[in-house]
């Protein structure tokens, strides 16, 4: 079947560590995000990428970092400059990033840091 | 003005009657409209696109109103398993979407 992978579902660590969520898709879409959401908000968009070996700032890109290097895989870093890094964290994708692609979502991971 | 506004709710439902909700868009340029469905704790999953004419799937009808910029979504015989928050998403500039913040749906039975 296919979709969006995200690994893994929850996700612990230290204040200071450097963290990497995973995201692999199988459907072929060119177009990949990265999407925070906190209680009470709105997804709000960290990075995203409309194909191989490019990605663009979103609205909340500080403390992040992101890579392309395969259309499949969009993975994300939470670095220690990150102030807030607890969230749940949603990556997503689209065939193109034309303007009638709906987003499809991987089913998150939960970020806590302590 | 935000540029994407929903009402939060919860809207409270009898199980079996109407419900609908809109979306206010601030961008005029805006070009394509859809209604995510979410739930608790859970990723977003696409309801439905929206396009000008209108469309309808099943039990659900979406509606587009440019003048007044703003989508609508309508629940018909609504179900205990229709509770969630219904997100509204509208894709405007080069990065595309911007999200509001969710309208919560509670059916009772």
């Known amino acids: 079947d296919g979709g969006i992978t995200q690994s893994p579902k929850y996700l612990f660590r230290k204040e200071g560590q450097n963290v990497t969520l995973s995201c692999e898709q199988n459907?072929?879409?060119?177009?990949m995000y990265w999407y925070r959401q906190d209680p009470g908000q709105g997804l709000r968009l960290i990075y995203y990428s409309q194909i191989v070996n490019d990605f663009q700032k979103g609205d909340i890109a500080e403390g992040y970092s992101v890579s392309r290097e395969k259309k499949e895989s969009f993975p994300l870093t939470v670095t220690s400059a990150q102030k807030n890094p607890t969230a749940f964290y949603l990556c997503?994708?689209?065939?193109?990033?034309?303007?009638?692609?709906?987003?499809?979502f991987g089913n998150g991971t939960r970020l806590t840091v302590t | 003005r935000k540029e994407v506004e929903q009402d939060p709710g919860p809207f409270n439902v009898p199980e079996g009657a109407t419900v609908a909700f809109n979306c206010t868009y601030s961008n005029s340029a805006s070009q394509s409209f859809f209604w995510y469905r979410q739930d608790c704790r859970k990723e977003p999953k696409l309801l439905m696109s929206v396009y000008s004419s209108g469309n309808e799937d099943g039990r659900f009808t979406a509606q587009l109103n440019r003048a007044s910029q703003y989508i609508s979504l309508l629940i018909r015989d609504s179900k205990l398993s229709d509770s969630a928050t219904y997100l509204c998403v509208v894709r405007g500039g080069a990065d595309g979407l911007t999200f509001g913040k969710g309208t919560h749906l509670i059916i009772q039975p």
């Open positions: 997503a994708s689209s065939i193109s990033p034309g303007r009638n692609s709906p987003l499809h």
């Open positions: 459907l072929n879409h060119d177009a």
